[in-house]
């Protein structure tokens, strides 16, 4: 589909949505995120969960298995605010847009489609 860059300011405004939506659904995927994450938090395993005849083998797989846990929760937070940042520099990029650059509008459309 063709973008005709010498008419109203359609393309312009496709622009400024496309950035939105994307937005939104950085913040979307920020929201899913910071639920697992809390969820997981509360999970737990009892002291046996690793047994497997040898106390001490136990004790290192447990040790490990925490360590493992502790970086995906730490890996989810960290996810979170990102997938914040990239929202809110979507919406930044859609209000700092020149809607007088039809070059720019016609190539984001061609990349993104034609949302109509």
Same mark, same amino acid.
């Given at each position: ?65 925490? +360590? ?18 990239? +929202? ?29």
């Amino acid at each position: 589909m063709g973008c005709d860059v010498a008419g109203d300011d359609k393309e312009i405004r496709l622009v400024r949505d496309a950035f939105a939506v994307e937005a939104k659904k950085w913040d979307e995927l920020a929201a899913e995120i910071a639920s697992l994450r809390s969820l997981g938090a509360t999970l737990e395993l009892e002291p046996l969960a690793f047994f497997c005849g040898n106390p001490l083998t136990a004790k290192l797989l447990g040790e490990v298995y925490e +360590g493992i846990f502790r970086l995906i929760i730490t890996l989810m937070a960290d996810a979170e605010t990102e997938f914040h940042e990239l +929202g809110r520099a979507l919406l930044v990029a859609r209000d700092l847009y020149d809607g007088t650059d039809r070059t720019s509008a016609s190539a984001f459309i061609k990349i993104y489609g034609s949302r109509q």
